[in-house]
């Protein structure tokens, strides 16, 4: 039974930015690993604070002829999406609102991604930072209708768009279990709506940091660090759509629901570095004609036990 | 201390580092990888990014209106570095983080007032100093014209921008200036030049003391053969967003020149050619990109870019034995094909890519323009 808790919106924000540096120490930690250059845990815990020093006492850029008021709009809109759409998460038996929409609210929330991303590439007038815009708008084109089947499946499992309502009826049975390729599609698009590797085109290397490409000082700690929040927020959702929530044995619920956050962050970030960036022009392909049929006919099949049973 | 100093310490004690290449840099240039790669600086893109600017070779008298551009466009605080040569890199770099901690050069800090060369384009690396002057007529916000139309490749009309690649960006041959009109993503055209050379290639050193009468063992050249296939590949693998694997290849890189022996090197590369050869993923990113045919008198440009990248990990394979052996390399055994008939080919290459695509292409090819004689305009753009 998950309750509605406003006084979590104290505490929530603080648990999202202790997860926020965690992601960051943990891809410090891997990046480090993988130069053959195994470093301590002090070391790379920090890594997020001197990345944040040196964004806070940062200049910030303008660029000649720049569209100020959407670009600081839609750098701002990054971090403000991913909170609004961790209203939603229940932590162990309690979030901030219970919503009998929040599955809707949650996927109204992390859609203000697409134009956080297309405000800040089109702000600063410059066209690598453009290009970068247009490269998040074909991926959402990619990942967002997969993804709201994956939402979707699990909704009509429930008979409830309410977040508690999905929890509840994974009492007996984790939603993994019988739809999992729903939960695979459902993390895929996560990494893409954060745009983390390997779908990180967006702000792709190869285009000088595409839509942050003028981002610096406190504006680009903002965007990136809004970035990894959203990625935070969309995993931890993995878990009472999917993993059962805050349900497990001996451990409290908040417990568990931390733990298995944890987990998947941690497996969304490893797998994140594993692969090169996967272009739209390639997976576009992909998610037309194999991921959306995929979930549909999971969609089907799981709405179909609904009804036997 | 007050709060601002403390921040500037602690951000100074992790950098990103913007790296770019001037014709002839390669040495200096991979000693500054290196160094930073041991202090665990990561690289930056672009220079919003950096808090060094590192421009490695010598900045000839074409290049130094791109190369103080560059490090203007740095966010303060900010420190700009030349490394004309590979000798006390890690120092320069300690100094210059030391310098940051303190606040960043100031010398710079006049502003920026003549408008950037061509207003027309949007650089790679945009006007970051230039906080919007100018007048504000209708059609010219900030003094920049606004974009031309043209009709694209599905007879649509729409902006064109002109946007060079080049020279000084990361990751991207040192000298190439790739002067492309862009619709959207897509380069509809493609114009080639070559800046600031000449100079002598790195890659070729061994077979120019061969040249020259002085006597060159085998193994020496065979790696740096090697290195220079794995330079080449840890640049590819960079521009395809694969970071770790990258990473891999420059260190193998780096101690191939530092004269690991082959026992040690020979299974840690084998991981690493494995690694890269089985990702379906990078074969299906780089699959038809690029074709050359193979009637092409550069032989090391057949094929599409995944063609090339698996010669370079094969021709890595087939060397590696060679890179002990003490015996002299033989008179007449040549470098590689001079890179005009690469440079010859980008245009058509690239022309109808997207910008990602180009990179890879670019990438694949990656010619060593101070093989090239004099720079000179290229023809067949």
Known sequence: MVEAAPWLVLVLPAMLAVATIGVVTFDAALAARAAGRPESLAVSASVPFREAARLLVGQRRTTLAADGVLWRAGVITLPVAALSAALVLPLGTASVADLAVGVVWFNAMEILAWAAVWLAGWGPNSAFSLVGGYRFVAQGLAYELPHMFALITAATAAGTLRIGGIV??????????????????????????AFWGPFDAPVGRELAGGAAAELS??????????????????????????????????????????????????????????????????????????????TILQALVVSLVVLVR | ????????????????????????????????????????????????????????????????????????????????????????????????????????????????????????????????????????????????????????????????????????????????VVQTTLQGDVIQDARVEVVGGPA???????????????????????????????????????????????????????????GAPAAELGPRLWRLTRRVRRSRTLRWLTDDLGAVPADTSVVRAWGDVTARWSGWLAAAEQLLPDIDRSDRLPLGDAPRDPPAELVAMLPGLLTGTELATARLVVASLDPDLAELGTPAEVPGG
Do not use: C, N
């Open chain 1, 168 to 193: 509840e009826a994974q009492a007996d049975l984790w939603f993994v279990v019988w739809m999992p390729v729903a939960f695979v599609v459902y993390l895929l698009s996560a990494a893409a709506m």
């Open chain 1, 217 to 294: 000082g406190v504006d680009r700690l903002l965007f990136l660090g809004g970035r990894r929040l959203l990625l935070v927020v969309a995993a931890a959702m993995a878990v009472p759509l999917f993993l059962g929530g805050g349900g497990g044995p001996l451990l409290p619920a908040w417990l568990w629901t931390l733990l298995k956050t944890a987990a998947v962050l941690a497996a969304v970030v490893w797998l994140g570095r594993r692969f090169p960036t996967v272009r739209m022009e390639r997976f576009m392909e992909v998610a037309w004609m194999v991921l959306i049929p995929l």
């Open chain 2, 1 to 176: 201390m007050d709060l601002t100093s403390r921040l500037l310490r602690l951000g100074a004690g992790r950098p990103h580092v913007l790296l770019v290449e001037a014709p002839g840099g390669t040495e200096p240039r991979l000693a500054v990888e290196r160094e930073a790669r041991t202090r665990g600086w990561p690289a930056a893109g672009s220079p919003a990014d950096a808090d060094l600017v590192v421009i490695a070779g010598r900045v000839t008298d074409d290049l130094a209106a791109p190369a103080d551009r560059l490090g203007r466009q740095a966010p303060r605080p900010r420190v700009r570095l030349a490394a004309p040569d590979a000798s006390s890199t890690g120092r320069l770099l300690e100094e210059a983080a030391a310098r940051l901690a303190a606040g960043g050069d100031l010398e710079d800090d006049a502003p920026a007032s003549a408008p950037p060369e061509s207003h027309s384009s949007h650089s790679p690396t945009p006007p970051g100093d230039h906080a919007g002057h100018g007048d504000m007529e209708m059609d010219m916000p900030g003094g920049v014209p606004m974009a031309d139309r043209g009709e694209d490749r599905d007879g649509l009309l729409l902006d064109q921008l002109h946007v060079p690649l080049g020279p000084l960006l990361p990751d991207w041959p040192a000298g190439l």
């Open chain 2, 200 to 258: 002598s290639s790195f890659w070729d050193e061994p077979w120019r003391r061969l040249a020259s009468g002085d006597p060159v063992t085998v193994g020496a050249a065979s790696r740096r053969r090697i290195a220079g296939h794995l330079d080449s590949l840890a640049r590819l693998l960079t521009v395809a967003g694969w970071a770790d694997a990258a990473t891999r290849a420059r260190q193998l890189r780096d101690e191939l020149l530092a």
